[in-house]
């Protein structure tokens, strides 16, 4: 275990997060986003003898901040398979379910993982650097059109198609394999005062289909809503619209598309209440601490 969480990951929104569980000392947590264990490390110091918390990541690097207590499993696994983890540990229910949606400090400062455009590195962003597609096989291989699709679904680009058009011509004559050569593909196609902001919109739609975010999303949710006891928690954080409005629609609806069923006098069959009606944003002081959190959003639930 690292001496220094923040060697990895600050975690954002911390005490908001964890104290949205509403932690009972004998419950059974699972954090679906283990990192840099900031988060599961916060939630094992409120647990008595008798609690358990189960931690999942996928990504090897993340292993190293395993956390050494017999109240702590760890797991190996995207968190898209949370029920069928939980029922290979034969837990029927858990107390409350953390999420910390977003992309660790961790992995946009790793030069080699190609998450960032701040540096020259090889187009990867794969969490699981042991399967899967690279962004690199998507901007070489994907037609225009399913390109066009990506960068205007998940990195809600405006100028999709001609990024796309641009992409293609250029592999036609060079492959694609660095964030520069991304970069050198696409640069005339963003405004010089939004250049920054549009880049980070095109590397996010990248990441966001590398590892099939929004899917894994929406399977990890359907799973909560099956394991979590009446009466626990769902706490988490989001970064950016798409899958803020996921979660939003699940905790409102009971489902990703936001599909209100109500009953025979009209109330809505939601499974969820939520706790708080206005979602938690970082205070100034963390803000001031890790700029990174100025995005984040938390909301919480509970299981009705």
Same mark, same amino acid.
């Given at each position: 275990m690292k001496s220094e969480e923040g060697a990895y990951h600050v975690p954002v929104l911390l005490s908001e997060s964890v104290e949205g569980l509403n932690i009972k000392a004998s419950g059974i947590y699972v954090d679906v986003?283990?990192?840099?264990?900031?988060?599961?490390? !916060?939630?094992?110091r409120r647990l008595g003898k008798k609690g358990h918390l189960y931690s999942f990541d996928q990504d090897a690097d993340a292993e190293a901040n395993i956390v050494d207590d017999e109240r702590f499993t760890f797991v190996r696994s995207n968190f898209r398979y949370l029920s069928n983890?939980?029922?290979y540990y034969k837990v029927e229910h858990v107390d409350g379910v953390l999420a910390d949606l977003g992309v660790s400090s961790h992995h946009f400062d790793d030069a080699e993982r190609g998450f960032s455009f701040r540096f020259d590195a090889p187009?990867?962003?794969?969490?699981?650097?042991?399967?899967?597609?690279t962004a690199a096989d998507i901007? #070489?291989? @994907?037609?225009?059109? %399913?390109?066009?699709?990506?960068? @205007?679904? @998940?990195?809600?680009?405006?100028?999709?198609?001609?990024?796309?058009?641009? /992409?293609? #011509?250029?592999?036609? !004559?060079?492959? /694609?394999?660095?964030?520069a050569d991304l970069l050198s593909a696409t640069e005339k196609y963003f405004q010089r005062e939004r250049e920054k902001k549009e880049q980070t919109k095109l590397f996010q739609a990248l990441r966001i289909e590398v590892n099939h975010e929004m899917g894994a999303l929406r399977d990890m949710l359907k799973g909560v809503t099956q394991i979590l006891d009446k009466g626990g928690r769902l706490s988490v954080i989001t970064y950016h619209s798409l899958e803020d409005r996921i979660v939003k629609n699940v905790m409102r609806a009971g489902n990703a598309e936001g599909r209100v069923h109500q009953d025979f006098f009209g109330r809505s069959e939601g499974p969820f209440q939520l706790i708080? #009606? %206005?979602?938690?944003?970082?205070?100034?002081? !963390?803000?001031?601490?890790?700029?990174?959190?100025?995005?984040?959003?938390?909301r919480i639930a509970e299981k009705i």
């Open positions: 986003t283990f990192g840099g264990g900031g988060h599961s490390r !916060e939630i094992l983890w939980m029922r187009l990867d962003m794969r969490m699981n650097k042991r399967a899967g597609q901007v #070489n291989n @994907y037609d225009e059109q %399913k390109l066009a699709d990506v960068f @205007y679904l @998940y990195g809600e680009l405006k100028q999709s198609r001609r990024l796309a058009a641009a /992409i293609v #011509n250029w592999r036609k !004559e060079k492959r /694609i394999d660095t964030t708080n #009606n %206005k979602v938690i944003t970082p205070s100034d002081e !963390e803000l001031e601490r890790n700029p990174r959190s100025r995005s984040a959003k938390l």
